[in-house]
């Protein structure tokens, strides 16, 4: 069923005329009786009055089939920094009942978490600036420390809060609970990593050990795994030996160039990581994850050239528009945008 003919059958039922309907909506009777007849299209402004005069949602106006509005709601989460109370509740509900409806409840599942990821993050962005803005004013607001630090990931120096103890138990019990042939390596690397994090090598070791006979695990991680677990037994020597004796086996791999600029970076050489960031760039098949431009920026940024990471971000926006296919306005690019603007002011302030 088109629009047209949608429009005027959820008029009929909400027991409408065109008149009253254009009232609610501050048009003319002429606009609906040409939706309804399909010589024009409702303005895309007027979609969520229009759909809450009806009674419905706005998906519902367009007769979308559940898969077609899943997907709505992945590509409007992708595009979009923050929604609308009003559409949050729509697809929040929608989702819930597609949790009783829907056999794959894992896609169910993973959707409704990113929609709320996306309002936290909305969210966190608020929580941010009037935390730095009550810290400017009064450095001793140490409520607001705190809340900057869940807003924006900051280091928390005290153990008991920074310890990853419940996240790594609970990968501990997905590897423990999968049942999958061939095992998936993904838990492994999560609970590797937060082991590593919290200096409990032996256990990671132990983890390393089972994930080295994996059918999917990838060779090239080996050493990277070692060399960090050395790393946070403070042996640096030996990871060093170990990352420079890898680079022999995996030296056009662009994703073992990737993890030693990671490594180097964590080590504070940052010359020696953007060299490899650079190598792993180049080499890396399109469409490119920019992870490795932001690493780069964030390095100039460290180094107090702002010049050079406001010119990375820019080779992101770059990727983001031609490997990616967005567009200006998509969140993925104003985020860029953002923070390209945050560097040129402190450029300027210099």
């Known amino acids: 069923m088109d629009i047209g003919n949608k429009i005027k059958q959820l008029r009929y039922k909400a027991g409408l005329t065109q008149e009253q309907l254009a009232a609610k909506l501050g048009i003319s009777a002429q606009s609906v009786s040409k939706w309804e007849t399909a010589v024009t299209m409702p303005d895309i402004t007027l979609l969520p009055l229009l759909a809450s005069e009806l009674g419905v949602t706005i998906d519902d106006l367009f007769d979308l089939t559940t898969d077609q509005r899943l997907k709505r709601i992945e590509k409007r989460i992708d595009l979009e920094e923050e929604f609308p109370s009003d559409v949050f509740k729509e697809y929040e509900l929608f989702l819930k009942n597609q949790l009783e409806e829907n056999e794959d409840k894992t896609k169910i599942l993973s959707l409704l978490a990113h929609l709320y990821h996306?309002?936290?993050?909305?969210?966190?962005?608020?929580?941010?600036?009037?935390?730095?803005?009550?810290?400017?004013?009064?450095?001793?607001?140490?409520?607001?420390?705190?809340?900057?630090?869940?807003?924006?990931?900051?280091?928390?120096?005290?153990?008991?809060?920074a310890n990853h103890t419940e996240v790594i138990d609970f990968y501990k019990k997905v590897i423990e609970n999968?049942?999958?042939?061939?095992?998936?390596?993904?838990?492994?690397?999560?609970?590797?990593?937060?082991?590593?994090?919290?200096?409990?090598?032996?256990?990671?070791?132990?983890?390393?050990?089972?994930?080295?006979?994996?059918?999917?695990?990838?060779?090239?991680?080996?050493?990277?795994?070692?060399?960090?677990?050395?790393l946070a037994e403070y042996d640096v020597a030996k990871a060093d030996g170990i990352m420079e004796s890898a680079m022999k086996d995996f030296s056009d791999n662009s994703g073992f160039l990737f993890e030693t600029a990671q490594y180097y970076a964590r080590k504070c050489e940052y010359e020696k990581a953007i060299g490899y960031y650079e190598r792993s760039w180049a080499t890396d098949e399109k469409p490119r994850f920019t992870d490795t431009l932001h690493a780069i920026a964030i390095i100039y940024e460290i180094l107090?050239?702002?010049?050079?990471?406001?010119?990375?971000?820019?080779?992101?926006?770059?990727?983001?528009?031609?490997?990616?296919?967005?567009?200006?306005?998509?969140?993925?690019?104003?985020?860029?945008?953002?923070t390209k603007r945050r560097l040129q002011d402190m450029q300027a302030s210099k």
């Open 118 to 161: 996306h309002r936290i993050e909305a969210d966190a962005r608020r929580v941010s600036k009037l935390a730095r803005e009550a810290i400017m004013r009064n450095p001793e607001q140490k409520k607001c420390q705190w809340l900057l630090q869940k807003a924006e990931g900051a280091h928390i120096w005290d153990w008991n809060v």
């Open 178 to 230: 999968d049942a999958q042939e061939p095992k998936t390596p993904m838990p492994y690397y999560e609970v590797m990593d937060n082991l590593i994090a919290d200096h409990r090598t032996k256990e990671a070791e132990k983890y390393l050990e089972i994930y080295k006979t994996l059918p999917a695990h990838k060779p090239f991680l080996i050493p990277v795994y070692k060399a960090s677990i050395a």
């Open 304 to 338: 107090g050239n702002y010049a050079q990471a406001v010119k990375t971000y820019d080779r992101m926006i770059n990727c983001i528009k031609e490997e990616w296919g967005y567009n200006d306005g998509d969140a993925a690019v104003v985020e860029v945008e953002r």
